[in-house]
């Protein structure tokens, strides 16, 4: 849950009323907007049909349906002092129909706004309930209770808020203002309950752990679960197994066995990021004890390395997996979010599972986006020489999705860099798309001009590191746009790759103002929001390009205009 001013982006439009089944039934969407007007609308990204939206909360698979809530300001396009979860459902994760708000601000425990939570479903009964920070009559964050008014309905329509509500009030040693976001409960061997609670301290930021046997009598933990120094707030925090095998499947979020390692993500405020610790749960002592402690460089791991905060994750018993949610907000002004009438999108629904290696996480993206895929074109064995640009004409490039394998010249020919003490994102932005290397940088340029004057460039270059071989991806914004006033940071990560390795994967999902991709079979991801003012709709081109002085070759290269999800429609 972020509450720093430059994030408060958004507009005041007259909030559409929701009809009284609690589905929207208007068949007018801003979705459906003339281009011209709304060019940075999305056609394939989750969005509420006007206003502000931020963190996603408690997804869950119900009864074969799929529930996103998210953060949501039914009144303006900025944060706001009334904040609602918004609820909408889904058969595909791809294709939404709006709810009426299922939490609203009612009583002493949230009268100043519901913030952000989880759900979490009760084995046996399969009852969902979803736990919630309240903003009380205090201004103090409390965590809150909520269970469906009726079971049968596989849509969950309407909540009800548990009479015993507050259930968790700030402990001591935890600032009043700073308590927030409980995450998904797991169940220990001891069939009690237990739940991590977001909190800060002074400079420490932890998370706080609270056991219970009914859901609604919790008792906090005198140990933090998780503690770091020097990092303020830790928000969102999402704890989970995942597979030691490799096995892409995901596991219920309260598996212990030796099959198992753990996730904790923490989202820390002050650095705006969603960092990822894997390490080993000690449920007999109730903490978790990370293999690498958080150090406040380029070398922590995280989900993504662009715009992509606050995110949830959700085991999705339909399929077996574990699914990942995150927020990712504007890079333009306030102003421009209050003419535009909205700010804020989810990500694609990620699928999330350990690497072989074991060192960090893969995502790719769901494979129900894959049904939105229409006009293809595909390109195979095309030489890329030093300065090539190679369009990829013949689908709507600013509305696609694009795979692409690079196959490498010898490593051994790579440049040196030690990239012990590198930032990658200064690395990235000294070392641009044009600045000629030896192997890269190659990549795609998307939501390009005609003329190449206005570009995003997501590219690869690699070194020959110390013992090893490391890539630098990279996604840089600076030329994306002739406007001024916009966030056009070039972000980058630098990541360890096989002294094999032949070829080097890319993908890439552009959507109008957003593109996230895929660098490595998703080993690592960037994604940004970009706002071009020549490269839009039919005006907006894709292409391969090469500036490295090697020669890579596109052994095959797939990519496909995107048909519109229907979002917001009954």
Request: charged fraction near 20%.
């Amino acid at each position: 849950m972020k509450i720093i001013p430059e994030l408060l982006l958004f507009v005041i439009v007259p909030f559409l009323l929701n009809s009284g089944n609690g589905i929207e039934t208007s068949t007018h969407s801003i979705n459906n907007r003339t281009p011209e007007k709304q060019p940075y609308r999305t056609s394939y990204h989750f969005q509420p049909r006007q206003n502000w939206m931020n963190d996603p909360n408690g997804p869950m698979y119900y009864k074969g349906v799929y529930h996103l809530f998210y953060q949501h300001n039914p009144e303006a396009a900025t944060f706001g002092d009334r904040i609602v979860w918004g609820h909408s459902v889904s058969y595909d994760l791809i294709n939404w129909i709006h709810l009426n708000n299922a939490i609203e601000p009612s009583g002493p425990y949230d009268n100043n706004s519901c913030w952000s939570g989880s759900a979490t479903i009760i084995p046996g009964k399969e009852q969902p309930v979803i736990l919630y920070t309240g903003i009380d009559d205090k201004k103090h964050q409390v965590q809150n209770l909520a269970m469906p008014r009726n079971l049968s309905d596989p849509f969950l329509r309407e909540w009800i808020k548990h009479p015993q509500n507050p259930v968790m009030s700030p402990p001591s040693g935890v600032e009043v203002n700073n308590f927030r976001d409980p995450s998904t409960a797991w169940q220990g061997k001891d069939g009690k309950w237990r739940v991590v609670i977001g909190a800060q301290n002074g400079d420490e930021g932890k998370t706080i752990l609270y056991q219970s046997e009914d859901f609604v009598n919790w008792k906090v933990d005198p140990n933090p679960f998780y503690a770091s120094d020097n990092t303020g707030v830790c928000e969102c925090p999402d704890f989970f197994p995942v597979n030691i095998s490799g096995s892409k499947n995901g596991v219920d979020t309260s598996v212990q066995n030796p099959s198992v390692r753990h996730v904790l993500k923490i989202s820390y405020l002050r650095k705006q990021h969603d960092y990822y610790f894997l390490g080993k749960y000690v449920s007999d002592q109730e903490n978790f004890i990370p293999d690498v402690r958080f150090t406040g460089t380029s070398s922590d791991l995280r989900y993504d390395y662009g715009k992509f905060y606050a995110s949830k994750s959700f085991f999705d018993y339909a399929k077996n997996r574990r699914i990942l949610w995150g927020w990712v907000n504007e890079s333009d002004s306030t102003q421009d979010d209050i003419e535009k009438g909205w700010a804020g999108l989810q990500s694609i629904p990620r699928q999330v599972w350990l690497d072989k290696s074991g060192k960090r996480l893969v995502q790719w993206p769901i494979e129900e986006v894959e049904k939105l895929r229409d006009k293809h074109i595909s390109i195979m064995g095309e030489k890329l020489v030093y300065g090539s640009n190679l369009e990829v004409s013949g689908i709507t490039a600013s509305q696609a999705d694009v795979e692409v394998l690079f196959e490498l010249p010898e490593l051994q020919s790579a440049e040196f860099l030690d990239p012990d003490g590198v930032d990658p994102q200064l690395l990235c932005s000294q070392e641009d798309a044009s600045r000629s290397g030896i192997i890269g940088p190659f990549g795609l340029l998307a939501l390009a001009s005609k003329d190449l004057k206005e570009h995003t460039a997501i590219f690869f270059k690699i070194y020959r590191a110390p013992n090893r071989y490391v890539g630098l991806m990279c996604n840089d914004q600076r030329r994306s746009s002739f406007r001024h006033d916009l966030d056009k940071t070039a972000y980058g990560t630098i990541f360890d790759i096989d002294p094999n390795l032949k070829n080097i994967s890319l993908r890439s999902l552009i959507d109008h103002s957003i593109i996230e991709s895929f660098g490595d079979e998703g080993r690592v991801c960037i994604t940004s929001r970009v706002y071009p003012s020549l490269a839009i709709d039919k005006d907006a081109h894709l292409y391969a390009f090469n500036n490295g002085s090697q020669s890579v070759v596109v052994s095959k290269l797939n990519a496909w205009s995107m048909k519109q999800a229907e979002i917001g429609h009954h």
